[in-house]
Every structure is written in C-alpha cells, then in structure tokens.
C-alpha cells in the first residue's frame, strides 16, 4: 500500500469512528446526549433518554463472545446499584431465539434489547461498533462518558460508576 494510500485509510478510520472517545481506557465524551430507541428482548422499546437522571451502562454483546458473556457479573452487580441502569445490546441478528436462552442461563435480569438494522451498520448515534463487547458508561444526562472497546477488567465497571456517581 502506497503511503498516501495508507494516509487516506487512517483518516477514513478516524472519521468513521464514533465520536466518543477511544476504547483502551474509555475517555471523555462529546457534549450532547445519545438519543436512541431500541427494541426490547421481551417486546415494546427501551427510550434512551428516558433514562435520564439515572446512570446508564449499556453493553453492546453478542452471545457468542466469551469475553462479553464475562462481563455480566461485573453488569449485574452494577444493575444493582440505586441511580444506574444497565442496557444489554445484542447484535445477535437472530434476537429473542438466541438471547433468551442465553439470558437464562446466565441469569441476566437486566434490561435486553436488540439492534436495528441502523446500529448494527454504525448509522446510529452509536457510531461503528468494530468490537464485541463494547460498553459505554452514559452520565445522567445521556452523555457517554467512557467507552471501552473491550471486555472489562476486573472491577473496572465499579470504579468507573463510583467516578461519575459522585459527579454532580
């Protein structure tokens, strides 16, 4: 590949990235809340900015990666948690036939929803989602915070909470 070549895909890269921050150690978030509507795993929609007020993790998975499955202790502990909400967003195509049982046997009890067609091509307020799991930490007015582009370390999910918890 020719260096101006080469040049030309970085930038489309950076371009194409959701404006959110970068995943290694999440980052700070542009300004304006994520507006979006998903389906729910057990029908109706789940209103992002319906939540607001509470703080928002929502978890982008797919049943089939090891990594996001290993996340949910740290996600159901923070379900847990008074002023949070967790949001599991499947990518799974297949919806309710794979997710339910995998909800079952994991004994997820949080909230489940589904990607549309938009957010599984990158054409959400979500931008592209390349990996799985990605988890965003959303403040109390709907604004992500930090983003990971990885499977959580552990305890990671707790210190960040604590950190944007005690944020007024």
């Given at each position: 590949?020719?260096?101006?070549?080469?040049?030309?895909?970085?930038?489309?890269?950076?371009?194409?990235?959701?404006?959110?921050?970068?995943?290694?150690?999440?980052?700070?978030?542009?300004?304006?809340?994520?507006?979006?509507?998903?389906?729910?795993?057990?029908?109706?929609?789940?209103?992002?900015?319906?939540?607001?007020?509470?703080?928002?993790?929502?978890?982008?998975?797919?049943?089939?990666?090891?990594?996001?499955?290993?996340?949910?202790p740290q996600?159901?502990?923070?379900?847990?948690?008074?002023?949070?909400?967790?949001?599991?967003?499947?990518?799974?195509?297949?919806?309710?036939?794979?997710?339910?049982?995998?909800?079952?046997?994991l004994g997820?009890?949080?909230?489940?929803?589904?990607?549309?067609a938009a957010?599984?091509?990158?054409?959400?307020?979500?931008?592209?989602?390349?990996?799985?799991?990605?988890?965003?930490?959303?403040?109390?007015?709907?604004?992500?915070?930090?983003?990971?582009?990885?499977?959580?370390?552990?305890?990671?999910?707790?210190?960040?909470?604590?950190?944007?918890?005690?944020?007024?």
């Amino acid at each position: 590949m020719t260096a101006p070549r080469a040049l030309a895909v970085v930038v489309a890269a950076a371009l194409a990235a959701p404006a959110c921050g970068a995943g290694a150690g999440g980052s700070t978030a542009p300004r304006r809340p994520i507006a979006l509507v998903l389906p729910a795993v057990d029908g109706g929609e789940v209103d992002l900015a319906a939540l607001r007020g509470q703080v928002v993790v929502l978890h982008v998975f797919a049943v089939w990666s090891l990594e996001a499955t290993g996340d949910v202790p740290q996600l159901t502990e923070a379900a847990a948690r008074d002023g949070v909400e967790v949001v599991g967003l499947a990518l799974d195509p297949e919806g309710y036939q794979v997710i339910a049982p995998w909800r079952r046997a994991l004994g997820v009890r949080y909230l489940l929803t589904t990607a549309d067609a938009a957010v599984r091509a990158g054409d959400s307020p979500l931008g592209a989602l390349p990996v799985v799991p990605t988890t965003l930490v959303l403040d109390r007015r709907g604004v992500v915070v930090r983003r990971f582009d990885r499977a959580l370390a552990d305890g990671e999910l707790a210190r960040t909470l604590d950190e944007v918890l005690a944020a007024r």
